[in-house]
Every structure is written in C-alpha cells, then in structure tokens.
C-alpha cells in the first residue's frame, strides 16, 4: 500500500487528489492550513491541521510515518495578488516549499509530485506551448512556481530528490459524483463566475476584451478537467515509484474554448441567460493559451476523458447546484 502525504489536500484540485488516492486503496494522509480548503472536501484517510511552513511539525510527522511520496498542492493561485502582494506569494509558494523539501530530505524521502503552472513560461512564443518553450513568467506567481522547479533540479543533483512537475493550464469541473467541487474566496476562475451567474448568485459576469485577434474577440484558454488532472498526478506517482527519472510535464486538452463559447456552452447546460459586462483588457492577458500536452501522452499514455467543454460544465454546474445554490 502506497503512503502518500498531501500537502493542500482540502483544496480545490488536492482534494479531488486525495478522493482519487483513497478509491485506489492508497494510504493518505492530509496536511492543510484551511487558509483556501475545507476539512469537510478531505474524503479518505488522516487529516492534520498545520501549515508546510512549520518545520517542528514537518520533522513530528516524517518521524511517525514513511511516506512514499509527497504531492504538493498548498499555492497561493491568484496572478494579480501576487502583484499586489508578492511576499505572501514568495514566503508560501517558495519558501514554505523549500521548508517541506529539506524536512524531507532529512527524513529521507526522496520522491515529490509538485503542482506547477502554464504560467511560468510567461507571453507565449508560440502555440500551442510544449515543455521546450522558454520559461519567462511575468509576474510573482508564476516566478514563484519557476523558482520551485529550478529547486528540484539542484536538489536533485545534490540529493537525488526525483520529482514530477506538472504544469496545469486551466483546472476546471468538478467530481463527477458530485461529491467535490471549485469554492474558491474570492472565485477569479472563468467556469464557476459563470455558473455563479448563471445560479443568481451574481447578477452579471465581466469580459475583458472583446478585441482579441480570435473568432469572437475574446481570450482562448485551454480547460483541462479535474478528474484528469487526478489521473496525471497518479500515472507520475507510479512513474516515480517504479524508478523513472525526474520530468516536467505539460497539461492540457490541447484545444483551446474562447470566453465567448464558455458563455455560450454555460447557457446551453443550464438553460440560464448570462447577463455580460463588457471591460478593458486586462493587461498580461494573452490572446491564446493552449497546451501542447503529447510528452506525458508519449511517455506516460496519458489520455484525459473529459475533453468536451459540455461535460467539464456539467460537473461544476452539479456542483454549483448540489452544494452551492440549494433549490
């Protein structure tokens, strides 16, 4: 039985993580600040209260369990905050993680699974955008997720710390039982904001630009379903657990769906009308963003299943409805 440690296992992607580990037998164990997660989302296996950045509890915890692998979700997520605030997004985001990786290398684990993001590589050169694509992030975030990855490439020279990075481009839907689902305070994700609207909840969404050289003007984004996020995260465990070498991974449907078609497809599923306020581009957004996702096609047959954009709706609108909007 594998025993994995779950570093921001009440969030939004990790805690689907942590459903997905325990259906498949694994011995789980859960670290989270609640600072962005909810006890109630961790489904399976133990749940500690504390925060990645405390070393004393970090030593307490490797002392009394043999991890496998350690998977780590626990990010600050929000580009324009880390503009407005980057030490927050330095502090969690890279020095808290380096906390967590030498209290594991002290304890000799020696295996990590680190959730990264499109956004280290900054305007794109070229689309759609694979791994050799130059990493330029252009703002706190993204650098603070770039700085993570050239860490791991040092500790594994020097260690032999082996670790899977997967860069997500758009997480998006939701359980499809139902069970689990997108609840972040404040919510700056395309999919939920509709749905919100489209539940009452809000009573307009806002598009910023409708002048991208696109079909309809609006920006182009590459929605990648949570549940095959949760697949990825599982074959790169297995991956690492049989000895592979470190790798870098790029994740997306590698097809791209404008906001002007999530509107469209979000009216279609719920038979809503969204109201839309039309605002200035912001800047740094990207006309496009699509990945090329064939490496960990290639080498880890990955293939994910939720590919229609009508499907990666329909769970985050169960969600919106079950557990967001009674009645």
């Known amino acids: 039985m594998l025993k994995i440690l779950v570093v921001g296992g009440a969030g939004y992607i990790g805690s689907h993580m942590v459903k ?36 004393a509890l970090l030593d307490t915890l490797f002392s009394r369990n043999r991890f496998d692998v350690v998977m780590h979700f626990a990010s600050f997520i929000q580009v324009g905050e880390s503009i407005l605030h980057p030490f927050k997004y330095y502090q969690n985001n890279l020095s808290a993680t380096l906390t967590l990786l030498e209290a594991m290398q002290a304890a000799g684990i020696d295996q990590f699974i680190f959730s990264s993001t499109a956004a280290i590589f900054g305007e794109p050169q070229q689309i759609p955008i694979d791994e050799t694509h130059p990493q330029n992030p252009i703002n706190p975030y993204g650098r603070s997720k770039w700085m993570v990855e050239l860490m791991l490439q ?24 139902g069970q689990l689902g997108e609840r972040h305070d404040p919510e700056t994700h395309l999919i939920p904001l509709v749905l919100q609207v489209a539940s009452g909840r809000r009573s307009h969404l806002s598009v910023f630009g409708q002048d991208y050289p696109t079909d309809d003007g609006t920006c182009i984004r590459d929605y990648i379903h949570v549940e095959d996020l949760c697949v990825a995260h599982w074959l790169a465990l297995q991956s690492l657990v049989k000895g592979d070498p470190s790798q870098r991974y790029n994740l997306g449907n590698g097809q791209g769906f404008s906001v002007q078609q ?37 080498i880890l047959g990955w293939a994910p299943q939720f ?21």
């Open 20 to 55: 997905f580990l325990g259906r498949r037998g694994c011995s789980v164990t859960t670290l989270d600040n609640l600072s962005g997660g909810y006890q109630e989302a961790v489904l399976y296996g133990d749940f500690i209260l504390g925060d990645v950045a405390d070393r």
């Open 154 to 177: 040092d500790l594994e020279r020097a260690y032999g710390l082996r670790s899977v990075c997967l860069r997500y481009f758009n997480a998006a839907g939701a359980d499809p039982e």
């Open 262 to 298: 999530v509107i469209n497809t979000v009216q279609e599923v719920t038979g809503r009308n969204i109201p839309v306020v039309y605002e200035r581009r912001r800047e740094g957004d990207p006309a496009r963003l699509v990945a090329d996702s064939r490496k960990i096609r290639q």
């Open 307 to 327: 590919i229609k954009l009508s499907q990666i709706i329909e769970h985050a609108w169960k969600w919106e409805c079950q557990h967001l909007h009674p009645g």
